[in-house]
């Protein structure tokens, strides 16, 4: 290999390209044409997408490289056949392939060298926002590639021409032919041309702009530049044909051979399946349990979406992701698994399949574009199939997680046999129906929907159905005690239960368990319906299981980690990970809870067991955060004539329960009168019900006492002990909300073949939950809107409880999945601070136009009390002249009211259009500062090279012959 000559070659190509100004206008026409296309200025969607990536330039750069590489390399072969100068190239010593790579070099090269111009774009974003650095990697890994294919094409239509222009058109044609393959397939759907859309340059490219890096794609950009610099092979060999026809034919045949070689390594790296996901979050490459889904896989699945190509900005990041899963799964899945997306619109014979075959209809969601509310029907739907059966998700809802839910469809719709979920018909029935109380049809509640998207659900009055893999038991306080030993035999053969007890279940009171079975709460409605069976023993039955549980106490909690919300009551407790100044409420160790980023309980109950019964083992799962305490049933609601009232929060007394760990003790400690601070409390503790649970034993570090104080006064407890000598740290007493239970049942009667008080020769599971409302509907449709601001994990926990139980672990870690939206936070806070300024306006307008009309109805009450006021005047003429001054003031207040209420209107329609113009400025300015910051640096490099150009020129010129 003579590299001396093929570096000279290169470096000569690299430095005539830039060595004139042509050079530098295709440079910067290349970067405004990216820099239109990733930003899109003149229809804002950069920023109504709100997101740090170049995801709108992706589908566009294949037509932005179809005119910017045939420029660059129009004259790599033309302009040498136009000069002459090819004969001298080609008696150089050196061979056709290695000329054709130094020129190929040199191409190379001023591309890389435009496309690092456009690197600026990531600078760009990193100033807008947080983007993620492992998908700008696979982005720009795609363009250089993609590139490098695309110039090895401009130069094979150089070599075929002497004239650029030629070149160049030739160029274009040859690049956009590249998406026929796309098109014809599209056009043939369900026939054998189907699979060559994989041939297209776009399809190739996509997977690059989601940040994964797939084997087939690099075979493919690789081997498309193989099989271009061997067309210009060809063609620079051809001086060598003698027969020429017949060489000819022989050469098409050899490029036909690669291309086919070519295709079957695509189809052969699809085989494989190699992906790299590169991206931070790793969320586009598909987690071991989703992989183990697929390889389970017994029989085909086909998976088909109706998608709308446009969709709201509030849910671009949706579809953006469903698409990339979907194409993983398609590529992962082999011949398991088939995918088809339908870009579906409005009244097309799409839309018409998708509601006839699966009833998947367009959804109305708000659309807000430049500040205006707007209503859109869009397509985000899925159908799964597998033989005769077939699991729908009419709508993809922008919080679901996208991986787990397209995992979960397939697994459900492949598998033979389901397992069954039991549910207990209890006081509340959540299968909905007909309430005699109300007269009204109660809704079915969303965990039975979502249920079933997994499991064969049933009902079951009496005895769980055999197979039953977990039983779900709802408000077990309500039970008869008939249906209590039902639970209790199931647990005692070694079943699976999960109940949800709630000493204060908001939907209804009247299923406290503090109410009768049959509460009349209404005198004067009178009870209707049959009547219900007394309510069983529910404390024996968790203390079966080794469990405590007050039906009367309700916890409350002092942590609100949503400071927007200060008016919350502490009765809803959050449960967090751990942070600065608090504790985590979450098991980190264990599956079901970790990784979790908050759960409310509604006012739940408080869960305890003792820790000396070795038949059972307790795993606490979800506890209180702050300071925490409890209420009794009676200081939360009143019974009135009209049935249960709540009582207003001002009448709690809220004292929380403060833990004191002595950790050490000093060589000069007090220990008799550490002892004595927890037995005679001093007055100013200021103790209340009981002020400490036990003696302070010292024989053991640590050691705890806790205080039924405000966690102020035990603080001063604390310092008090530190005084004495003892190190101490305080922190608020743990209440737990929900727990895991493994171990062999005490029979707690001797109804269903068991023997009060004998202790099961089988293993039970059961997950205990101190709160019903944890699983209302709400929070499934709080879930579906995917609030950026609310992420509530109520829903896993309780999928992740009965999947824990029912032993179906794969969708666990799958269903903690999030993406995270890297969007443009420079910009948010830009919108956020001109929005913040508009509604302060707004504020101050309604304010005053207020304040007008109650100075005008003020001065028509005196009159009329002026009036009123009057001795001279008899009731009869004071009444007449009252109402004649209340109807003439009445129409001039009405008056005045009409003009001040469009005062307002017009005041406010004018910071809204001024807070919109302000935001467009903002994005124009940010905008032209990315153009400058864009295109400063080639400008910069290009005057500093015609500058030397000239001052090199002059200095070869005669002194007498410059000019003056």
């Given at each position: ?9 290169a470096?000569?190509d ?25 930003f ?22 294949p ?112 690049l ?33 702009g ?9 075979a ?24 020429r ?5 022989h ?7 690669l ?12 085989a ?19 992989r183990?889904v ?14 709308s ?18 194409r ?36 109305q ?21 597998s ?17 787990y ?26 299968f909905?129906?007909?309430?005699f ?7 079915e ?60 279940p ?10 009768p079975?049959n ?13 219900k ?6 404390a ?7 469990v ?22 502490r ?26 980023q908050e759960?409310?309980?509604i006012f ?25 305490g409890t209420?009794d ?38 220990k ?11 007055s ?29 006064r ?5 310092s ?21 239970i ?7 009667s ?24 944890m ?13 950026a ?9 309780v ?7 029912a032993g ?34 707004i ?8 304040k ?10 005196a ?71 864009s295109?400063v ?28």
């Amino acid at each position: 290999m003579n590299t001396k000559t093929m570096w000279a070659i290169a470096k000569r190509d690299f430095l005539a390209y830039f060595g004139s100004l042509t050079g530098y206008v295709f440079v910067l026409a290349f970067i405004l044409l990216t820099f239109l296309f990733a930003f899109r200025p003149w229809t804002g969607d950069f920023f109504v997408a709100n997101k740090a990536t170049l995801w709108l330039l992706n589908p566009w750069f294949p037509l932005v490289l179809a005119l910017f590489a045939p420029a660059v390399t129009m004259g790599s072969w033309a302009s040498e056949k136009q000069q002459g100068t090819d004969a001298l190239l080609l008696t150089l010593p050196i061979q056709d392939w290695e000329l054709i790579v130094a020129k190929f070099a040199a191409c190379f090269g001023v591309y890389s060298v435009a496309l690092a111009f456009t690197l600026v774009y990531v600078c760009v974003l990193e100033f807008f926002g947080d983007p993620d650095l492992g998908l700008m990697f696979a982005t720009y890994l795609g363009y250089w590639l993609l590139g490098a294919a695309a110039l090895a094409i401009g130069m094979f239509s150089s070599a075929l021409t002497s004239n650029q222009t030629v070149a160049w058109i030739l160029g274009v044609t040859f690049l956009v032919l590249t998406e026929c393959p796309r098109f014809l397939a599209g056009s043939a759907e369900g026939t054998w041309l189907e699979p060559f859309a994989a041939l297209s340059v776009l399809e190739r490219y996509r997977s690059f702009g989601d940040g994964v890096i797939s084997l087939q794609d690099l075979a493919y950009l690789v081997g498309l530049t193989a099989v271009a610099l061997y067309a210009n092979a060809l063609v620079l060999g051809s001086r060598h044909w003698t027969i020429r026809r017949a060489r000819m034919l022989h050469g098409i045949l050899r490029l036909a051979s690669l291309a086919v070689a070519g295709i079957s390594l695509v189809f052969l790296g699809e085989a494989w399946g190699a992906r790299l996901d590169v991206t931070s979050a790793q969320m586009l490459s598909l987690r071991p349990e989703a992989r183990k889904v697929l390889a389970e896989l017994q029989r085909p699945v086909r998976i088909q979406a109706w998608i709308s190509p446009r969709v709201p900005q509030s849910y671009q990041a949706t579809r953006e992701a469903l698409l990339s899963m979907l194409r993983e799964f398609d590529a992962r899945g082999g011949e398991m698994v088939k995918v088809t997306v339908h870009e579906t619109e409005l009244y097309t014979e799409e839309a018409k399949a998708a509601e006839v075959n699966f009833g998947i209809k367009p959804r109305q969601v708000e659309a807000v574009v430049g500040g205006r509310r707007s209503v859109e029907e869009i397509f985000l739907g899925l159908a799964f199939t597998s033989g005769s059966r077939q699991v729908v998700i009419p709508f993809f809802d922008k919080g679901l997680p996208v991986q787990y839910e397209l995992t979960r469809a397939i697994g459900a719709v492949a598998q033979l046999e389901r397992s069954k979920i039991a549910v207990m018909s209890s006081g509340v029935d959540l299968f909905g129906g007909f309430d005699f109380q109300t007269m009204n049809r109660r809704e079915e509640w969303k965990l039975l929907e979502d249920l079933r998207k997994q499991y064969e659900v049933t009902k079951t009055e009496g005895t769980a159905p055999v197979g039953t893999a977990v039983l779900v038991v709802p408000l077990p306080s309500s039970l008869s005690q008939e249906k209590m030993d039902v639970v209790a035999k199931h647990l005692y053969d070694g079943g699976k239960a999960i109940f949800f007890c709630d000493p204060y279940p908001e939907f209804d009171l009247s299923l406290a368990p503090s109410m009768p079975a049959n509460p009349r709460t209404n005198p004067f409605q009178p009870n209707r319906g049959p009547q219900k069976p007394p309510k069983g023993n529910v404390a024996a039955l968790f203390d079966a299981m080794g469990v405590t549980w007050k039906k009367d106490r309700i916890v409350w909690d002092d942590y609100n980690p949503h400071p927007e919300w200060p008016d919350i009551p502490r009765e809803l407790v959050f449960v967090a990970p751990a942070g600065e100044d608090r504790p985590s409420g979450f098991n980190e160790e264990d599956p079901i809870t970790s990784g979790l980023q908050e759960v409310v309980l509604i006012f739940p109950g408080e869960l305890s067991w003792s820790s000396e019964d070795q038949d059972v083992e307790v795993t606490p799962l979800l506890w209180t955060c702050g300071l925490a305490g409890t209420h009794d049933w009676r200081q939360m609601v009143q019974e009135g004539f009209f049935g249960l009232q709540p009582l207003p929060e001002q009448s709690r007394i809220y004292e929380g329960r403060v833990d004191v760990v002595v950790r050490e003790l000093k060589t000069n400690a007090d220990k008799a009168g550490i002892v004595g601070l927890t037995k005679t409390p001093p007055s100013w503790l200021g103790a209340s019900g009981g002020w400490a649970a036990s003696e302070l034993s010292l024989d053991a570090l640590p050691a705890t006492v806790f205080y039924d104080v405000p966690l102020s006064r035990a603080r001063l407890a604390a310092s008090e002990l530190v005084g004495m000598g003892a190190l101490v740290d305080v922190r608020p007493h743990q209440r737990v909300l929900a727990l895991k239970i493994k171990g062999r049942l005490k029979a707690p009667s001797d109804a269903q073949g068991m023997s009060k008080g004998k202790r099961s020769e089988k293993t039970f599971e059961a997950i205990v939950v101190a709160d019903m409302d944890m699983v209302s509907n709400v929070f499934y449709s709080l879930r579906e809107q995917g609030r950026a601001d609310l992420t509530l994990d109520n829903v896993t926990f309780v999928a992740n409880c009965i999947d824990a139980l029912a032993g179906e672990h794969s969708y666990i870690e799958l269903r903690k999945l999030r993406p995270k939206h890297r969007t443009l936070t420079y910009f948010e806070a830009i919108t956020k601070e001109f929005e913040l300024k508009e509604s302060e306006a707004i504020k101050r307008a309604r304010d005053e136009a207020e304040k007008k009309l109650a100075e005008a109805k003020q001065r028509f009450e005196a009159k009329v009390k002026k009036i009123e006021q009057r001795t001279d005047l008899d009731a009869r003429t004071k009444a007449i002249q009252v109402e004649a001054v209340r109807r003439a003031e009445q129409r001039r207040l009405d008056l005045q009211e009409k003009r001040i209420k469009d005062a307002e209107a017009a005041k406010i329609r004018l910071e809204k259009t001024q807070t919109h113009a302000q935001i467009q400025r903002a994005q124009l300015h940010l905008l032209l500062g990315a153009f400058v910051a864009s295109t400063v640096l080639p400008v910069l490099l290009g005057v500093v090279v015609l500058v030397r150009k000239i001052l090199l020129e002059r200095a070869g010129v005669d002194v007498a012959r410059r000019r003056s």
